[in-house]
């Protein structure tokens, strides 16, 4: 397999199983869905980082987790970061308003 270290870029190939087979991607990393092949098991150990990427499925797989964990790194750059005197003043709830909305 090629090197996916920093490759976040899916074939057309790769795109299409990750559209069709996603959610059973997720539900085996994530130990929802109990691994019943050697092939499975290997996919794990491959999204948990022990061992390397060897057919398509993983490949796809690393560089889509790839991808999103890079969309969110940017997400994260482009908020705006919570500044205290942004938000409300003293006295801006009364404590009524605050249990009315908090509870």
Same mark, same amino acid.
């Given at each position: ?18 559209? @069709? $087979?996603?959610?059973?991607?997720? *539900? /085996?990393?994530?130990?929802? %869905? &109990?691994?019943?092949? =050697? ?23 690393? @560089? $889509?987790?790839?991808?999103?964990? *890079? /969309?969110?790194?940017?997400? %994260? &750059?482009?908020?705006? =970061? ?22």
């Amino acid at each position: 397999m090629s090197d996916i270290s920093q490759n976040t870029e899916l074939s057309v190939k790769e795109a299409q199983l990750i559209h @069709k $087979y996603k959610n059973f991607y997720l *539900n /085996l990393q994530s130990g929802r %869905r &109990k691994p019943e092949t =050697e092939a499975q098991k290997h996919f794990i150990e491959v999204t948990l980082g022990l061992k390397s990427a060897t057919n398509i499925h993983e490949v796809a797989f690393v @560089k $889509y987790m790839r991808k999103v964990a *890079n /969309l969110r790194k940017e997400e %994260r &750059k482009y908020k705006k =970061e919570i500044n205290p005197e942004d938000g409300p003043t003293e006295g801006w709830y009364t404590r009524d308003d605050y249990k009315k909305y908090h509870s």
